[in-house]
């Protein structure tokens, strides 16, 4: 896995001169997969961070139970490891809620069906390898942690925003997961009590007032063209055209989501804080609008710089995360 480097010599102290080690290019890859509600892609990524060999595959509309998906997954699973060398392990990113002491799905909003699944358990069965599983915020974190910008970092923050919401926090050069994976729901954080009720049954979390969900049903109630196919990215176009209730719209998303990551920042602190997800494709006009509510929303400490930034696309960075999950596992490396 690793290959010798450049020597570094001793400095004026004396001892014996060190040898850089990195990934060695002929290392096997790491297979990695992301399981969403409505589909699974994988992949092959080198230890280096290339993604290749990819794959995806959505699951039958009429798939009813944990047997059926399994075969789906492991289908998608096959196409990608077929490509090239054997394969070091699998790594998972689910989005959904995550037992990561047995690596079993507690549960997937919108996929009942994959419930309970041991997924690990059953995917070192039919591989014969080592399977980390994990849930998707975390692996986009530690992704970033990797291969991103939490790179070097020893406190930072990644946010997904799109149909759900979560997070994952890197705390003191540690990923924070909670027991058993428990941590990480920032979606499902009260932010108005008498909110909207949210698809957990609860009512007024952060998700029913940021998720692109809300995005579309407020569209529908302001009367704005197609909102059922609306994203950030749409939404800007019908801004920048001076569509009614376009403008008002965008303003009311990014105070939204400002509010649930303004909440982080206080509690936490992480001071750096990277968003994934559907919001990206709003680039830099939807940036500044959350920054802009964010930052009068938080206080500032003297010295404190506090910063919100856009990541790589969602798949690719959960995909390179879910394999890093599995290199940080066979290195036994503590992130």
């Known amino acids: 896995m690793l290959a010798e480097g450049e020597v570094i010599p001793p400095n004026e102290t004396g001892g014996k001169p060190a040898t850089k080690l990195w990934f060695s290019k002929d290392a096997r890859p790491i297979c990695a997969v992301l399981l969403l509600h409505d ?11 290339e993604v290749y060999a990819q794959s995806a595959v959505y699951f039958p509309k009429n798939v009813a139970n944990a047997a059926d998906a399994f075969r ?13 060398k054997p394969i ?5 990113a689910v989005a959904g809620m995550i037992n990561t002491e047995t690596g079993t799905i507690v549960t997937v909003g919108l996929a009942p069906f994959l419930d309970g699944f041991p997924l690990e358990t059953e995917l070192n069965r039919r591989f014969g390898v ?11 974190l530690v992704g970033d942690r990797w291969f991103g910008q939490g790179r070097g970092r020893r406190n930072f ?24 994976g428990a941590g990480g729901e920032i979606g499902h954080t009260t932010v108005d ?20 969900k809300w995005l579309r049903t407020e569209a529908k109630v302001r009367r704005l063209p197609r909102p059922l196919s609306l994203d950030v990215s749409r939404l800007l176009t019908l801004a920048d055209k001076d569509v009614p209730g376009a403008r008002d719209l965008i303003r009311d998303y990014a ?34 609008l959350i920054q802009e509510s964010f930052h009068d929303l938080v206080f500032h400490r003297p010295g404190d710089d506090i910063a919100l930034v856009f990541g790589d696309g969602e798949c690719l960075a959960a995909l390179r995360g879910a394999a890093s999950l599995l290199l940080s596992e066979l290195l036994n490396f503590v992130i």
């Not at 789906?72 to 090239?84: H, L, M, P, R």
């Not at 070091?88 to 998972?92: H, S, Y």
């Not at 008498?194 to 692109?212: N, P």
């Open 130 to 140: 080592t399977v980390c599983v994990d849930q998707d915020t975390r692996a986009l």
């Open 157 to 180: 923050a990644s946010v997904y925003i799109g149909e759900t919401l979560g997070g994952a926090l890197y705390l003191d050069g540690h990923l924070y997961r909670g027991p058993a």
């Open 193 to 212: 009590i008498k909110g909207r009720m949210c698809q957990c049954g609860r009512r007024g979390c952060w998700e029913t007032i940021a998720s692109s």
């Open 39 to 49: 589909r699974v892609s994988a992949c092959l990524v080198s230890l280096e961070g």
């Open 72 to 84: 789906v997954i492991s289908t998608c699973i096959e196409k990608a490891v077929a490509f090239g």
């Open 255 to 288: 105070f939204n989501i400002a509010v649930g990551l303004a909440n982080l920042q206080q509690f936490m602190a992480p001071n750096f804080i990277v968003i994934h997800g559907d919001i990206v494709r709003g680039g830099g006009p939807i940036l500044r």
């Open 88 to 92: 070091l392990g699998i790594g998972v």
